[in-house]
């Protein structure tokens, strides 16, 4: 089932996908909804290759599932990943991020999930669609910061 999430933010694409390629950003947009605690030690930027692995923390108290994240594309072009991701209810998923220039200042962030979950797929894509939204949120306060910081 294929759930797709669009945002606008307040900051140029080029800063929205620097930031989206790096680790502490992923941490950022989760955090509060939940965390993942790394297995092994993860890089500060997404390269194509990378597999990821981390233990899901809801809401950074309640261990939960083993989850994995594999990128695949990483294309700075079209400022886009795609990586493949599996854990919990979720079974060989993908997941594609785009950022998109609206304008000089402004740009698209679009989440597109492939959720595959088996006789448990209508839940799972609840869930994610959830926490893609709270995502979201979470990408519209840091583009605050990072269009002030590319104004600076």
């Not at 990128?71 to 990586?83: G, H, K, M, P, T």
């Not at 597109?112 to 519209?140: C, K, M, N, P």
Request: glycine share 6%.
């Amino acid at each position: 089932m294929l759930i797709r999430l669009t945002t606008e933010l307040d900051a140029p694409a080029d800063v929205v996908w620097q930031a989206l390629k790096r680790v502490d950003t992923f941490r950022f947009v989760t955090r509060g909804l939940m965390g993942v605690a790394p297995e092994g030690r993860w890089p500060a930027e997404f390269h194509v290759g990378d597999v990821l692995v981390g233990r899901v923390w809801l809401a950074h108290v309640v261990p939960a599932w083993m989850h994995q994240i594999q990128l695949v594309r990483l294309d700075d072009a079209r400022r886009e990943i795609f990586s493949r991701e599996n854990g919990g209810l979720l079974r060989d998923c993908t997941h594609r991020l785009v950022i998109e220039p609206c304008d000089a200042s402004r740009c698209r962030y679009t989440d597109e999930f492939d959720v595959r979950a088996g006789r448990l797929t209508s839940i799972a894509a609840a869930i994610v669609w959830a926490f893609f939204h709270y995502r979201q949120f979470r990408w519209r306060r840091l583009a605050q910061t990072l269009a002030k910081k590319a104004s600076n």
